[in-house]
């Protein structure tokens, strides 16, 4: 009899028509689901096997794994973990893969980084928002040429804004925590107390962890260049949401590009969603056709090697099940 393997979060249809999913097919008996798994009944999940969770779409708790009585691999498509209790996997003896080996948000977070960067210097919610009520609105925008970029995080996103910028005539220099390292070592490195009040945008490329979780707490943000931007499309804990809200209300932030946010789904009562200057997107950096299509191919890949047993160590996230 073939495993059964459920795939979450096909919201648009875009995995049941990929190739990776095709040739899990030829393997296992496939289930894609266009709703939540909260909305599946018990019954359902009970001989369910094998997972592909896309990125933190689905929190996997201890009462999700639970609701997984059969589940042996969790398929999860991030190069991280933070939506799974790893213990409560090891426990139950579930193995979590990651898939760090996908390239496709190497251009896609650095892209909507460059569009969040040119929406808030040339008012482009503002702007859209008018022009559909009827309004012609006189708006004076900034140019990214000339203006200096400081990097928080040097690393694989970092490197790909920093080789961007250097198109839009960007001065960059960049920040990284102590022993980190670069694809591009060229990247001046400064102290943060030193690069945030010299920058004009900058922007957040770093893994979560908890060295670097509040990192930008109000005393940071007040010594931030006055009319400056914020951009981040890394994890909203990096930053002091509420200290943020103040200074995108008082000062000294002109504007803020946000595609994450310390809790997500955004509360719908936030005061992110209605500052005029704060221009905001629901965690999509990464959500584009051709990464979708790599993460189901690297979840094809690692079900065959599980099913062969050829999965290897480094293809499952540290703290989770031995394969």
């Known amino acids: 009899m073939s495993p059964r393997v459920v ?31 909260a909305e599946v009944p018990d019954a ?10 896309v990125r933190e779409r689905t929190r996997f708790d201890a009462a999700a794994l639970d609701r997984l ?49 040119i929406g808030a210097l040339r008012h482009l919610p503002t702007a859209v928002r008018e022009m559909s009520a009827g309004g012609w609105p006189a708006l004076t925008g900034r140019t990214l040429a000339g203006r200096r970029l400081g990097l928080l995080g040097t690393g694989r996103h970092g490197a790909n804004v920093a080789r ?17 390292t670069s694809p591009n ?5 400064v102290p943060l107390d030193e690069l945030l009040p010299a920058c004009d945008v900058v922007s957040i490329h770093l893994r979560l962890s908890d060295e670097v979780r509040g990192l ?7 010594s931030m260049r006055e009319g400056s931007v914020l951009v981040n499309t890394s994890r909203g804990a990096i930053v002091d949401e509420p200290a943020l809200v103040e200074a995108l209300r008082s000062g000294p932030l002109a ?7 310390a809790d997500e789904p955004l509360a719908p ?3 992110l969603r209605t500052l005029p200057n704060a221009l905001i997107t629901p965690h999509i950096g990464w959500t584009v056709e051709e990464v979708l299509d790599e993460f189901a191919t690297i979840a094809a890949d690692q079900l065959e090697a599980h099913l062969d047993g050829t999965l290897s160590d480094d293809e499952v996230n540290p703290g989770a099940a031995g394969l």
């Open 164 to 180: 961007i910028a250097e198109a839009f005539r960007m001065d960059v220099v960049g920040w990284a925590r102590p022993g980190a």
């Open 69 to 117: 009585p059969s589940l042996k691999v969790l398929l999860q498509s991030g190069g991280h973990a933070y939506h799974v209790d790893l213990g409560a996997a090891r426990e139950r003896g579930i193995v979590v893969t990651h898939g760090r080996r996908a390239h496709g948000p190497r251009a896609a977070v650095p892209e909507l980084t460059f569009a969040l960067m």
């Open 269 to 271: 009562d936030s005061p």
């Open 216 to 222: 930008l707490g109000a005393t940071e943000l007040a």
């Open 255 to 261: 504007a803020a590009g946000l595609d994450v946010f």
């Open 7 to 37: 795939v979450l979060d096909d919201w648009e249809g875009l995995l049941a028509r990929s190739e990776g999913i095709a040739r899990m097919r030829t393997r296992a008996d496939v289930t894609v689901l266009d709703r939540p798994l």
């Open 185 to 189: 070592p060229d990247i001046p490195r």
């Open 44 to 53: 359902d999940l009970a001989d369910v096997e094998y997972v592909m969770a």
